[in-house]
T-cell receptor
Framework: NAGVTQTPKFQVLKTGQSMTLQCAQD?????MYWYRQDPGMGLRLIYY???????DKGEVPNGYNVSRLNKREFSLRLESAAPSQTSVYFC??????????FGPGTRLTVT | KQEVTQIPAALSVPEGENLVLNCSFT??????LQWFRQDPGKGLTSLLL?????REQTSGRLNASLDKSSGRSTLYIAASQPGDSATYLC???????FGTGTRLQVFP
């Protein structure tokens, strides 16, 4: 099992460009999450999906959209990137044990 | 609004010491509490999950306790090793609210 995988690992964007961060899990988990991690701020929830076909906003959703493509995949889209979105993005999934499992992260820089 | 605080922010200890990391939260109505480890430039690795009905969980040299009434959890690391050096994060659920972590360095 690969667990939770994320692509890409690194990305540099110019202000105003768009991109999609991909996340997939092979643990048959219902719930999936997107977080961002910034120095001094800890991890903050952007969006989550409690089950296939549903998505909900977290603490910091502005500037992002998500798609729960199927049970395995949960993508995060930046429509018009801003320097304030420079961060490390983590995807996670949660199974029946309630334990959350995290991917390796995507380091995004917006110039 | 739930707030999670971790003290100390950083800790440096010699190898072999037993140590305690603290996590406090403002709203005792939590679903569960999870402790994670994060190595520099890496993702988060789950260490222990304590359900709201439990008081502690153990895994190897790690023991985590939970006192909901006082809004506190502690992570006890026995006989620390240099390989334990990392940032330790606690988070309360169900949608995880994270503390800012304790950066631990264990020196030989």
């Amino acid at each position: 099992n690969a667990g939770v995988t994320q692509t890409p690992k690194f990305q540099v964007l110019k202000t105003g460009q768009s991109m999609t961060l991909q996340c997939a899990q092979d643990m048959n988990h219902n719930s999936m999450y997107w977080y961002r991690q910034d120095p001094g701020m800890g991890l903050r929830l952007i969006y989550y999906s409690a089950s296939e076909g549903t998505t909900d906003k977290g603490e910091v959703p502005n500037g992002y959209n998500v798609s729960r493509l199927n049970k395995r995949e949960f993508s995060l889209r930046l429509e018009s990137a801003a320097p304030s979105q420079t961060s490390v993005y983590f995807c996670a999934s949660r199974g029946y044990s309630d334990e959350q499992y995290f991917g390796p992260g995507t380091r995004l820089t917006v110039t | 609004k739930q707030e999670v605080t971790q003290i100390p922010a950083a800790l440096s200890v010699p190898e072999g010491e037993n140590l305690v990391l603290n996590c406090s939260f403002t709203d005792s109505a939590i679903y569960n509490l999870q402790w994670f480890r994060q190595d520099p430039g890496k993702g988060l690795t789950s260490l222990l999950l304590i359900q709201s009905s439990q008081r502690e969980q153990t895994s190897g040299r790690l023991n985590a306790s939970l006192d909901k009434s006082s809004g506190r959890s502690t992570l006890y690391i026995a006989a620390s090793q240099p390989g334990d050096s990392a940032t330790y994060l606690c988070a309360v659920a169900d949608k995880l609210i994270f503390g800012t972590g304790t950066r631990l360095q264990v020196f030989p």
